[in-house]
């Protein structure tokens, strides 16, 4: 061979390594990534878990089905945290400039993690979406662009079993002189809603004790030992992995009956109950909306994704509780996703658009039945002060072998939670050097743009 057929051979080949690397750019601007913080391991894995797969079935479905986000393929990454708070920031440093655009939004599926990146969210412009969970007061979107508690927030959890207790006794001022323990983790998760119970005990003269739990749970033989000495009319658990079940075994080797135990709606899974047995039958927990069952989103989750053998975890658990939870959790992000596409177009976008849709969701009951989340979840409306955009709850009870509902909805008072919410935000914002959102000339502002 000549050296000048080496040469052509070379710049045809060139061309040829060219061109592949042009399609795989062209492949991958169109792409969309969403990372996915998870805990598969430790002794979090089986309530982690069942949520994880839950919100990658969901990437998976809208992929095979719809074929991606308005034209833009979804691609994801895990990163297992254990539940750890450094892992998990290690985990958003590392994913947080994946994919063309970088991370669309996060969810670390803890609170502890939630208050480690707040501060870099808002640096970084990446949406923190924390479902359920994470800084009650950032519900206040004009003191937390970047944070969204979306359904509600743990001082929402506290109010709404406040309003239950109330209830069942025959009115909130029946609740006066009754003893309520709260039994939790003692992390930045149990103790979120302990400002929202002491300011309603004082409201309605209950007596209110707290009794911390040591990570990961397993050892409460002190916190119910003062159970069994104080004897509360109730135990409200915020627990969750293994605390949850532990909790139920000691409140049998105590005596204390499970119709007067509601936990949090992260210790309200089937992980929780099935462990303890017969035992657990009566226990009651709050709903982050929705219960167990299958409704017609799981119904396409099984038809287009473990139909074809491309199911994340085990096809019973879809349904289940946590699995749902999670499946809400990525249908919110792909919602706000959809919703950014709206201003900015379908094609890839940073987590600053990603936060403009997040803050202008409207999912009507119209919206989410057309979703397949009919009887899963109610509408939820944001706005630039408003990051929850829902407040509800209900109850549901353990019979056994399933959850059933036992409550009607409940909203939280939000005439109670709204200065709270105000005040602790301005605390963080003074700590921080920060200035308010002014919501009026930000939303002036994106008008103007809109027109021309």
Same mark, same amino acid.
């Not at 400002?195 to 007596?207: D, I, T, V, W």
């Given at each position: ?32 990534? #969403?990372?996915?913080? #998870?805990?598969?391991?430790? %002794? ?14 969901? =990437? ?43 991370? $669309?939004?996060?969810? %670390? ?9 707040? /501060?870099? !969210? ?5 949406? &923190? ?13 004009? !003191? ?15 109010? &709404? ?20 323990? =709260?039994?939790? +983790? ?28 040591? +990570? ?10 003062? *159970? ?6 109730? #135990? ?14 000691? $409140?049998? $080797? ?6 007067? @135990? ?6 309200? $899974? ?13 226990? +009651?927990? =709050? ?6 069952? *299958?409704?017609?989103? +799981? ?28 499946? @809400? ?47 899963? @979840?109610?509408? #939820? ?34 005439? *109670?939670?709204? %200065? ?9 914002? !003074? ?10 000339? /930000? ?6 743009? !809109?027109?021309?």
């Amino acid at each position: 061979m000549t050296f000048k057929a080496v040469r052509t051979l070379a710049a045809a080949a060139g061309v040829v390594a060219a061109l592949a690397g042009a399609g795989s750019a062209l492949a991958q601007a169109k792409e969309q990534f #969403v990372p996915v913080l #998870v805990y598969r391991t430790g %002794p979090y894995a089986p309530n982690g878990t069942p949520w994880a797969n839950g919100f990658v079935d969901y =990437l998976k479905l809208v992929t095979a089905r719809d074929g991606g986000i308005g034209g833009v393929k979804i691609i994801w990454e895990e990163c297992e945290t254990g539940y750890a708070t450094d892992r998990g920031v290690e985990c958003y440093e590392r994913l947080k400039g994946k994919g063309p655009t970088g991370a $669309a939004a996060f969810n %670390p599926l803890s609170t502890g993690i939630t208050f480690a990146l707040t /501060d870099k !969210a808002l640096v970084d412009k990446i949406p &923190i979406v924390t479902m359920g969970y994470g800084r009650s007061e950032s519900a206040d979107g004009e !003191a937390f662009p970047y944070n969204f508690p979306l359904l509600g927030s743990y001082w929402v959890a506290a109010d &709404i079993l406040v309003q239950h207790l109330g209830k069942v006794n025959g009115g909130l001022d029946k609740l006066k002189g009754k003893k309520i323990a =709260l039994v939790y +983790h003692d992390s930045p998760f149990g103790r979120e809603p302990i400002p929202l119970l002491q300011e309603r005990s004082k409201m309605h003269g209950f007596e209110l004790t707290t009794l911390p739990v040591t +990570h990961p749970g397993v050892e409460q033989k002190a916190a119910w030992l003062q *159970i069994r000495q104080n004897r509360p009319d109730y #135990v409200l658990l915020w627990g969750w992995g293994v605390m949850n079940a532990a909790a139920i075994r000691e $409140a049998v $080797a105590t005596g204390f009956p499970r119709d007067r @135990m509601y936990g949090v709606w992260w210790a309200g $899974a089937e992980p929780d109950v099935t462990p303890v047995g017969a035992d657990a039958k009566g226990y +009651h927990a =709050l709903t982050l909306q929705h219960g167990a069952g *299958i409704s017609k989103v +799981h119904q396409e989750i099984l038809k287009h994704v473990h139909d074809k053998g491309q199911g994340t975890g085990p096809k019973d658990e879809v349904g289940q509780v946590l699995y749902t939870r999670g499946m @809400m959790n990525a249908m919110l992000v792909v919602e706000g996703i959809k919703r950014a596409q709206d201003r900015y177009g379908k094609k890839p976008l940073k987590g600053e658009e990603v936060r403009w849709g997040l803050e202008n969701l409207t999912l009507t009951q119209d919206k989410l039945d057309a979703l397949g989340f009919a009887g899963v @979840m109610r509408p #939820v409306t944001t706005v630039c002060r408003d990051h929850q955009g829902s407040q509800w709850g209900r109850v549901h009870t353990w019979d056994g072998g399933k959850w059933n509902f036992s409550s009607d909805w409940y909203e939280a008072d939000m005439s *109670i939670l709204r %200065p709270m919410i105000r005040k602790t935000a301005d605390t963080y914002l !003074a700590e921080k050097k920060l200035t308010r959102r002014d919501c009026a000339a /930000d939303v002036a502002a994106q008008g103007a743009a !809109a027109k021309k």
